[in-house]
């Protein structure tokens, strides 16, 4: 006989919403914590150190893909900044002109300082992308098992937030990406896109998606 779903086990569509604004508010003020700059031809960008995780935000910026501009994806770098300062983790952040774009030219200086910045540690990688019907996407990169005790978790933190996630669609973090050459490395590395509505201090789903992060980096 077909067992009916029982309510305890329905995640509820505004979840401890009061404690999720709390946290996303300490989010904030760790992302505006100093940070340190350093320069390359290719590009500048800002670093946080810590330890045991490395925070990415290769697209905070203006960037050049194969001779064409690309669109800044503003507040990727805060979170990044905002989620090391939760964790004790390191962050790394484009700033300034980039003449390139790291998370697409091979072997780029800040794929070598993410890498000394990681250690032996785990890569996140973050990015926006435009809302396609999921507030996140997990992309799993080629090496897929270098994200494993990764995304599992954080689908479990997104999905009690009250978020819709995907897995490698629309992004599977593809063999060109900060997270598909650091898995070459032996990295454990994942990719994860929000919409840009995770981004809109007035949208509720930011306060979901930063809080669901967090949550999923201390577990992680």
Not at 130 to 152: D, H, T
Not at 157 to 169: K, P, Q, T
Request: aromatic letters at 6%; hydrophobic letters at 40%; one cysteine or more.
């Amino acid at each position: 006989m077909m067992q009916l779903s029982s309510l305890k086990n329905i995640s509820p569509i505004e979840p401890d919403i009061e404690k999720r604004n709390e946290e996303l508010q300490q989010l904030l003020k760790l992302s505006d914590i100093r940070k340190q700059r350093e320069s390359n031809p290719q590009g500048s960008w800002e670093l946080v150190k810590g330890s045991h995780f490395l925070f990415s935000a290769p697209h905070e910026v203006k960037h050049i893909r194969d001779g064409e501009p690309k669109i800044a994806e503003k507040g990727t770098a805060a979170l990044a900044v905002a989620l090391a300062n939760y964790v004790g983790g390191s962050a790394i952040c484009t700033t300034g002109v980039q003449r390139g774009d790291p998370n697409w030219d091979l072997d780029t200086a800040y794929l070598g300082k993410a890498h000394e910045l990681a250690q032996n540690g785990t890569i996140i990688d973050l990015h926006m992308m435009r809302p396609r019907g999921v507030e996140v996407c997990i992309g799993l990169g080629p090496i897929p098992n270098l994200s494993n005790g990764l995304w599992n978790i954080i689908i479990e933190e997104a999905v009690l937030a009250g978020l819709r996630v995907s897995i490698n669609w629309p992004f599977s973090a593809n063999v060109r990406t900060v997270t598909a050459q650091s898995q070459r490395k032996g990295f454990r590395a994942i990719q994860i896109e929000l919409s840009w509505h995770c981004f809109n201090a007035s949208h509720p789903a930011m306060e979901k998606a930063w809080s669901a992060l967090a949550r999923a980096a201390v577990r992680m």
